[in-house]
């Protein structure tokens, strides 16, 4: 390796579920999911998976460069022995100044652990191509207040009251915590920027019967925009690269 070169981050994937059995015949699972994401906006990544449901969590912290934690189709309030561990976890990684990004049940995940409160959303599901506000600027965050994203996301739960010291980053009418910052090395998004479009559609049928006509329709007339998708990967990555210690050390 040369002397300018910048190593591979390694990238810990806590997996939290998998694409549900009726669609996996035609989808990859979300680790493969997640690769080809992400290896579109950077292939400096090494992934590291680590199935949180079958309790395959991290020997120690520091084990990777930094973290990022997956969707799910339980809720960070189910009582679950995997659900616990994350948490402990979560709260030492956090501790230990290591960067981490939840998303959707991620997100809500980090919000607990930091002592934010997660409930089902008295609106509704939030799901199909959602276009949110940013409104707050943060020097180590790619986004521009007043700009506005479009992403895919699927969820029931919120957050409700995020954690003290926490900032709103994004939000809209229906999810005022989309993009929650809780510290300089801990970000949370309630989007999916890993899923894409054909899985998303895929997504909102085979969930139709648990959504109301109404939000059945809005979905499945939600429009995607690829782009802002591919925005949001590249926030994320360069999140994590710009705070962990071995990457700071190389720019």
């Given at each position: 390796m040369s002397a300018n070169a910048i190593p591979s981050f390694k990238l810990g994937l806590l997996l939290c579920d998998h694409v549900p059995d009726e669609l996996a015949p035609r989808f990859q699972d979300y680790p493969?999911?997640?690769?080809?994401?992400?290896?579109?906006?950077?292939?400096?990544?090494?992934?590291q998976l680590f199935d949180i449901t079958k309790d395959e969590l991290p020997t120690r912290a520091n084990i990777c460069d930094g973290y990022l934690i997956s969707g799910s189709r339980y809720s960070a309030n189910d009582n679950e022995?995997?659900?616990?561990?994350?948490?402990?976890?979560?709260?030492?990684?956090?501790?230990?100044?290591?960067p981490i990004v939840g998303l959707c049940f991620g997100l809500q995940i980090l919000a607990k652990t930091l002592r934010g409160e997660v409930e089902k959303a008295r609106q509704g599901w939030g799901i199909g191509h959602k276009q949110y506000l940013v409104n707050v600027?943060?020097?180590?965050?790619?986004?521009?207040?007043?700009?506005?994203?479009?992403?895919?996301?699927?969820?029931q739960d919120q957050i409700t009251r995020i954690p003290d010291g926490s900032i709103r980053i994004a939000s809209n009418d229906h999810c005022q915590n989309f993009i929650i910052f809780f510290g300089n090395h801990t970000l949370g998004i309630q989007g999916h920027p890993e899923f894409e479009d054909r899985y998303?559609?895929?997504?909102?049928?085979?969930?139709?019967?648990?959504?109301?006509?109404?939000?059945?329709?809005?979905?499945?007339?939600?429009?995607?925009?690829?782009?802002?998708?591919?925005?949001?990967?590249?926030?994320?990555?360069?999140f994590l690269f710009r705070v962990t210690k071995s990457y700071s050390k190389e720019i």
């Amino acid at each position: 390796m040369s002397a300018n070169a910048i190593p591979s981050f390694k990238l810990g994937l806590l997996l939290c579920d998998h694409v549900p059995d009726e669609l996996a015949p035609r989808f990859q699972d979300y680790p493969r999911m997640f690769a080809k994401a992400f290896t579109s906006v950077n292939t400096n990544i090494e992934w590291q998976l680590f199935d949180i449901t079958k309790d395959e969590l991290p020997t120690r912290a520091n084990i990777c460069d930094g973290y990022l934690i997956s969707g799910s189709r339980y809720s960070a309030n189910d009582n679950e022995r995997w659900i616990n561990s994350l948490m402990l976890f979560s709260k030492e990684v956090h501790e230990a100044k290591i960067p981490i990004v939840g998303l959707c049940f991620g997100l809500q995940i980090l919000a607990k652990t930091l002592r934010g409160e997660v409930e089902k959303a008295r609106q509704g599901w939030g799901i199909g191509h959602k276009q949110y506000l940013v409104n707050v600027h943060k020097t180590n965050l790619l986004l521009e207040a007043g700009s506005k994203i479009t992403v895919p996301v699927c969820h029931q739960d919120q957050i409700t009251r995020i954690p003290d010291g926490s900032i709103r980053i994004a939000s809209n009418d229906h999810c005022q915590n989309f993009i929650i910052f809780f510290g300089n090395h801990t970000l949370g998004i309630q989007g999916h920027p890993e899923f894409e479009d054909r899985y998303l559609n895929a997504l909102i049928e085979y969930k139709k019967n648990e959504l109301t006509d109404e939000e059945y329709l809005v979905a499945k007339q939600s429009r995607p925009r690829p782009e802002d998708s591919k925005i949001l990967r590249q926030v994320i990555l360069d999140f994590l690269f710009r705070v962990t210690k071995s990457y700071s050390k190389e720019i």
